[in-house]
T-cell receptor, first 116, second 114 residues
């Protein structure tokens, strides 16, 4: 079974500062993917970034980077130069690469609020 | 570039009524997923299709729930004899099957059962 743990229910960050959202995971699979999604108040889940378990380099997408530490089973999201529009719920998720186990398993999320 | 669409966006119904939701995936995607999200929680997997075949169903999907994807394009999720506990956001996602697949989500359907 797969499990995602997000221990920060809420965070407040000053605009233009960097922020790190924590995510730890548990799986017995050798090959898997880790994802971060953003959910604004409108409800839509917006894909932000992906990291494969065998990727040697940390993933980056614009202002988003994923700090992947495989031995510690952590996949923290780093947002640089935060903006007011970054205020939203953020979910960490994982998916096995084994056939027949394609579903995403999500954490409980972190509510990020950017303060002007 | 058309994303995943869902209809309706909001649904209010009385306990015991049947409801049906529709999801139109991104056109070239062959996988379609349904998730349910209750307040304060992350989405939970319900079921998924590869083309028209339903390949996995969660234990959350009781006998009152049924999903179809008749021609491998759009999908419907029906809930029969709705209960107050069915109140949630129902999210649809689609993807193209590959190792590094990414699921793209629609805007969701918010269901309120009175």
């Amino acid at each position: 079974a797969q499990k995602i743990t997000q221990t920060q229910p809420g965070m407040f960050v000053q605009e233009k500062e960097a922020v790190t959202l924590d995510c730890t995971y548990d799986t017995s699979d050798q090959s898997y993917g880790l994802f971060w999604y953003k959910q604004p108040s409108s409800g839509e889940m917006i894909f932000l970034i992906y990291q494969g378990s065998y990727d040697e380099q940390n993933a980056t997408e614009g202002r988003y980077s994923l700090n992947f530490q495989k031995a510690r089973k952590s996949a923290n999201l780093v947002i640089s130069a935060s903006q007011l529009g970054d205020s939203a719920m953020y979910f960490c998720a994982m998916r096995s690469h084994n056939f027949g186990n394609e579903k995403l398993t999500f954490g409980t999320g972190t509510r990020l609020t950017i303060i002007p | 570039d058309t994303g995943v669409s869902q209809d309706p966006r909001h649904k209010i119904t009385k306990r015991g009524q049947n409801v049906t939701f529709r999801c139109d995936p991104i056109s070239e995607h062959n996988r379609l997923y349904w998730y349910r999200q209750t307040l304060g929680q992350g989405p939970e997997f319900l079921t998924y299709f590869q083309n028209e075949a339903q390949l996995e169903k969660s234990r959350l999907l009781s006998d009152r729930f049924s999903a179809e994807r008749p021609k491998g394009s759009f999908s419907t999720l029906e809930i029969q004899r709705t209960e107050q506990g069915d109140s949630a956001m129902y999210l649809c996602a689609s993807s193209f099957a590959r190792v590094q697949e990414t699921q793209y989500f629609g805007p969701g359907t918010r269901l309120l059962v009175l």
